[in-house]
């Protein structure tokens, strides 16, 4: 609200026009994030796949098998959140008709909800990959005579 406050003063406007230029902010910082986003969804997809295909592997070490589970439940859980991120509208309440005061607070709650959203699901992601690695590391046997 101060920002509307500020640029109303600052150009004369009324504060429903000077909310417009503040949503279309907002509404540009979604684009961008959704655009970061976007390839971590596939990408964490196949990492569900793979992580899947290891733990149908049988191997003899329990530790192994511990690892790639949790690599399942991190990718899966992971995707769930950067799906949601990906998918969640952070604009003004009603599209077509012109921005106002109220969008504001509408815009910026759920621009903040998709940062966060995509920040856990990255995070997990990353988690799931290092438990892939470390079930793969720890179920291969090297012998070397």
Not at 7 to 26: F, H, K, N, P, W
Not at 45 to 52: D, E, M, Q, R, T
């Amino acid at each position: 609200m101060a920002r509307v406050d500020a640029l109303s003063r600052a150009t004369g406007q009324s504060q429903d026009e000077a909310a417009a230029v503040v949503v279309a902010e907002l509404e540009q910082a979604a684009g961008a994030l959704t655009t970061r986003t976007a390839p971590l969804v596939p990408g964490c997809g196949v990492l569900v796949a793979i992580s899947g295909l290891a733990a149908k592997a049988e191997t003899p070490n329990p530790v192994a098998d511990l690892f790639v589970s949790f690599a399942v439940f991190f990718a899966i859980a992971g995707l769930a959140f950067l799906a949601r991120a990906l998918f969640l509208y952070a604009g003004r309440r009603t599209v077509g008709l012109a921005p106002t005061v109220d969008d504001i607070a509408f815009a910026r709650d759920r621009l903040v909800r998709k940062h966060a959203s995509s920040t856990r699901g990255g995070w997990l992601a990353g988690i799931g990959l290092t438990c892939l690695i470390v079930g793969i590391l720890a179920g291969v046997h090297i012998s070397i005579s």
